[in-house]
């Protein structure tokens, strides 16, 4: 069974990596502040995280956003890709509390998740991010708090619609606690 298990996490992290690549790739919106995007792949990221817990999560962020840096911009940018890196880790924390192959995800799990990722990436893309973008690359401050703070935003709008949705879709696939009867 933890063969198993962690094989199919194994899968998990390199397929998620690859969509996370071509989502941000593909279907991303510019947000008209410089190097900075509306991401659908952080919507992706949380269904991942909450599915197959916090280390895929984090790897899924970390191996995702590098590949997809080195493809769109022909380098990585660090700071941000350890931030994606933590945003997956954290959110994959909430996979227990959220217990999302119980087939269960009402109100609670949603306002639950919702608060979880929110705090996540405020932390993540509001402090983390531009902190460390003065620190290792020396950028200006106002700019990196403006990215910061605009990536974040958009990335909470994105969670909590795109990434509820496709939680709430993904419950459904699963069969309820308790739904099945011995006769």
Known sequence: MGKNLAIK???????????????GRFASIPTGIPNTNINTSYAFLALMAVVFGPVA???IGLIGHALLDSIMWGSVWWSWVIVSALVGLLIGFSAKRI???SGEFGKK???????????????????????????????????????GIVAGL?????VAVLGTILLAAYAK???KSGSLKAE
């Open 9 to 23: 996490t194994i899968v998990a992290i390199g397929i998620g990596a690859a969509v996370f690549v071509i989502l």
């Open 57 to 59: 999560g984090g790897l």
């Open 99 to 101: 217990n999302i192959e």
């Open 109 to 147: 799990q949603i306002i639950s998740f919702n608060i979880i990722q929110i705090i996540v990436q405020i932390i993540g893309w509001g402090l983390i991010a531009p902190t460390l973008d003065i620190l290792i690359y020396a950028e200006p401050a106002n700019k990196v708090w403006t990215q």
């Open 154 to 158: 958009a990335n909470i709008v994105t």
């Open 173 to 175: 696939t699963r069969v």
